[in-house]
């Protein structure tokens, strides 16, 4: 039954780290305003094993994942390949969005705030600099 609970809320998603999938549980855990302890006692298992489940050392198994549901955890976002994205059969993505996802998933948290940053900072500047070509273009 574990796999096919799996399968089904995998469904139409990829596979992700050990790690994203913790990262989004400590996530969804704190919207909720809960410990550890508290997330742990409503899903029926140990806070160790939760707090394991946060760092990416486990996996929750299928019964685990039904009761993260009725704690009200959206469970596909869990698993979801990038949050508020679907992949689709048509969806392509170059070497380099490929390579710069895995940098990204692999990072430590303050690494992927440096990766945000410097992408916002680029797409900032970019913004910036087409404005003040086009502002030369009609002076």
């Known amino acids: 039954m574990n796999y096919e609970i799996l399968n ?3 469904k139409d998603y990829f596979v992700i780290s050990k790690s994203l999938f913790g990262n989004r549980l400590k996530e969804k855990r704190k919207f909720l305003g809960l410990t550890q302890a508290q997330a742990a006692e409503k899903a029926g298992i140990e806070r160790e094993t939760w707090g394991k ?3 990416g050392v486990f996996m929750p198994s299928g019964d685990v994942l039904l009761s993260f549901l009725n704690m009200g955890i959206d469970v596909s976002s869990l698993f979801a390949a990038e949050q508020g994205i679907r992949p689709s059969e048509n969806s392509e993505i170059s070497k380099e969005e490929s390579e710069l996802l895995g940098y990204y998933r692999q990072a430590s948290d303050n690494g992927k705030f440096v990766i945000l940053s410097v992408a916002k900072g680029a797409e900032k500047k970019a913004a910036e600099n087409t404005q003040v070509s086009a502002t030369h273009k009609t002076a």
């Open 8 to 10: 089904l809320f995998c």
């Open 53 to 55: 489940y946060e760092r």
